[in-house]
């Protein structure tokens, strides 16, 4: 793992964030990297540990749709006509 994406893997009591949040912190980090005139850092950021982040969170949403479409979810959000005809019958 990148050290940059290791330092934004983890807040200060080390709890694991969310990908919205690493994503998040680490525009944060490049705009303050641009604005302080670092840009070889805000590059790195912005072309390596964001595009990293963000391709995992575009998989993580994948993989969450595919897993609710796939019925093995116990929760939907939707009411399906199977659902109605459930309660219906009752």
Request: hydrophobic residues 40%; glycine residues 2%; aromatic residues 2%.
């Amino acid at each position: 793992m990148p050290p940059l994406l290791a330092a934004v893997t983890s807040c200060h009591h080390h709890q694991p964030l969310s990908p919205v949040k690493k994503i998040d912190r680490v525009k944060q980090e490049m705009e303050a990297a641009e604005r302080d005139c670092h840009l070889n850092l805000a590059a790195e950021l912005k072309y390596g540990t964001l595009m990293t982040l963000q391709l995992q969170l575009e998989e993580a949403e994948r993989n969450l749709s595919d897993y609710q479409h796939s019925g093995k979810s116990l929760l939907r959000e939707e009411v399906i006509d199977i659902d109605i005809a459930e309660i219906v019958s009752k």
